[in-house]
């Protein structure tokens, strides 16, 4: 069945960076563009970064641009969400997701906590 673990959360203080990790399986991974969102406490779930199956096309939410880079290796079949520069507004439970047409699939989620 189709699984995705993310893991790297953690807590960081305010200008620190922390490297999120998703691990997929269940689907042919180079196949299928990627997203990362976060949700934080009390707000609905927003999307953050896309990037395309073969990496060659990536895209940002406004307020994370030119701090977080969004990459894929489809060797291991796996997303990356590079985080630096972080402020306590990023603090929230991010979440790798894939539409695969019949579904959309996310995995449990890694807190981020941004706290001096």
């Known amino acids: 069945q189709v699984q995705l673990v993310e893991s790297g959360g953690g807590l960081v203080e305010p200008a620190g960076s922390l490297r999120l990790a998703c691990v997929t399986s269940g689907f042919t991974f180079s196949q299928y563009a990627m997203t990362w969102c976060r949700q934080a406490p009390g707000k609905e779930r927003e999307w953050v970064a896309g990037i395309d199956d073969d990496g060659s096309s990536r895209s940002y939410k406004d307020s994370v641009k030119g701090r977080f880079t969004i990459s894929r290796d489809n060797a291991r079949n796996t997303v990356y969400l590079q985080m630096n520069s972080l402020k306590p507004e990023d603090t929230a439970v991010y979440y790798c997701?894939?539409?695969?047409?019949?579904?959309?699939?996310w995995g449990q989620g890694t807190q981020v906590t941004v706290s001096s």
């Open positions: 997701s894939v539409d695969l047409g019949r579904a959309y699939y």
